[in-house]
């Protein structure tokens, strides 16, 4: 048994009192709560010495706001926030995490380490994930939680993030579903569909384009850029041929630029014969749509008829007789050479109307260069006559004198087709509703 005498024990007693004051400093100085710059504890007069203990001034720039902010900010924050230590095992996580845990296994949120939701799309040890990297988690009902996941090195931890996307991935599914019901809708028709996006590859296309343009889904299929889709087109002799080739990679920058604005819109007259019509339009966010609908029966009906017309033409203007056509409506179809001579008509001229004449312009004509007759008003209302028509005849005189024989034929789908002939005065025939008006 230790025996000691009162100096020695009143030594001793100073001491520890010393270094309980100096352990208290150091706290007081750490935690940053207390603004004391020095306790003096005195030894006892005994000692003959006096002993100053300081303690330390707290940190100085330390703002203890920014510190609440920090905190109430990971509190409150929607994405999922947990830290994981080197073995794997959960050591700190959020209140968002807490919640979803708490939501998924009320049970096991009660526990610690809670359970790491996401272990099986982050395995233990790995450092860190690549980023863009998804994962999903089934709740109630069984609806599906979506996040994008990430995660940092954080010295002898990892730091992980789960930011919620579930609004992203129910777009991208209205999307998905759009572009499939477009496409669904762009398989039964005719037209050829190619849409560019913005970076200019294609981004859709119907299996029209690829029966026009003989490319192959496969290639289709790989997004080409709008250059390599008409370098191909090119290739299968699916473009108008160009004289040289820089002009025609000249032109193409100006089909994009044209497309852009929505003015492209052109007829192709490829090597085989075969005619495409080609339009593009601006498309949402940037992109292009190229149309391209094989028009090479309409045209050839478009040649043909224009071929009969042109061959209807030379007939009537091989006829002696001044020959003049009009429709329903009064609109003048066509007209003979000897039409034109006879009531001296300029088609070609600069005072040639830039529409077509109607009965109403050719009476006026006729009137002018002709006696007054009633003829001239019985072929304007014959014209336009739903009923009664029969072919009939009638003579007038040119202002010089000459005798005219006029001749009244109804055409087929209500066209009414006047004739003129200079001849001498013949006996008149009408029909007996016109006979029956003109004596009245």
Not at 46 to 53: E, R, S
Not at 149 to 156: Q, R, S, Y
Request: proline residues 7%; charged residues 20%.
């Amino acid at each position: 048994m230790f025996h000691f005498d009162l100096p020695t024990l009143l030594v001793l007693a100073g001491l520890s009192f010393v270094t309980a004051s100096c352990a208290l400093g150091g706290l007081l100085w750490a935690t940053g709560r207390t603004q004391t710059s020095a306790v003096l504890a005195r030894k006892p007069q005994a000692l003959g010495v006096d002993v100053a203990i300081p303690i330390p001034e707290p940190v100085r720039g330390f703002d203890h706001t920014e510190l609440t902010t920090l905190r109430a900010a990971l509190a409150h924050t929607p994405a999922l926030i947990w830290q994981r230590d080197g073995d794997g095992t959960l050591c700190w996580a959020n209140a968002a995490y807490m919640s979803l845990v708490k939501r998924l296994d009320p049970d096991a949120a009660r526990a610690w380490p809670l359970p790491d939701l996401f272990a099986d799309f982050m395995p233990r040890g790995l450092p860190g994930t690549p980023t863009h990297r998804r994962a999903s988690l089934e709740v109630e009902d069984g609806a599906r939680l979506w996040f994008q996941l990430d995660a940092t090195d954080a010295g002898t931890s990892v730091l992980c993030s789960a930011a919620p996307i579930d609004a992203t991935i129910l777009a991208e599914e209205k999307t998905r579903s759009f572009m499939q019901t477009l496409t669904q809708t762009f398989a039964h028709i005719r037209t050829g569909l190619a849409i560019f996006d913005r970076d200019r590859r294609l981004t859709m296309f119907n299996p029209a384009l690829m029966d026009l343009t003989g490319l192959e889904a496969e290639w289709l299929a790989s997004r080409p850029t709008l250059s390599s889709f008409f370098d191909q087109l090119r290739n299968r002799n699916t473009l108008p041929e160009p004289k040289d080739y820089k002009s025609w990679r000249d032109r193409l920058d100006w089909i994009e630029e044209e497309a852009s604005n929505g003015q492209f819109d052109e007829v192709w007259s490829l090597p085989d014969g075969q005619v495409f019509r080609v339009c593009a339009r601006p498309h949402p966010d940037g992109g292009l749509a190229f149309l391209i609908e094989d028009i090479s029966d309409e045209m050839a009906l478009t040649r043909r008829f224009r071929a009969e017309l042109e061959l209807s033409q030379s007939v009537i203007n091989a006829m002696d007789e001044a020959v003049v056509v009009f429709s329903p409506t009064g609109t003048q179809l066509m007209a003979n050479e000897a039409y034109a001579t006879l009531w001296d008509v300029d088609e070609a001229g600069p005072d040639a109307p830039v529409t077509a004449p109607t009965i109403l312009d050719a009476n006026r004509l006729w009137q002018t260069r002709a006696k007054p007759a009633p003829l001239w008003g019985e072929i304007r209302e014959f014209v336009g006559a739903l009923t009664q028509r029969t072919e009939w005849s009638d003579t007038g005189h040119l202002v010089g004198g000459d005798g005219l024989t006029c001749r009244v034929v109804p055409l087929t789908g209500g066209a009414t087709l006047v004739s003129f002939t200079e001849a001498e005065p013949i006996a008149v025939f009408l029909p007996r509703h016109r006979a029956e008006a003109r004596a009245n």
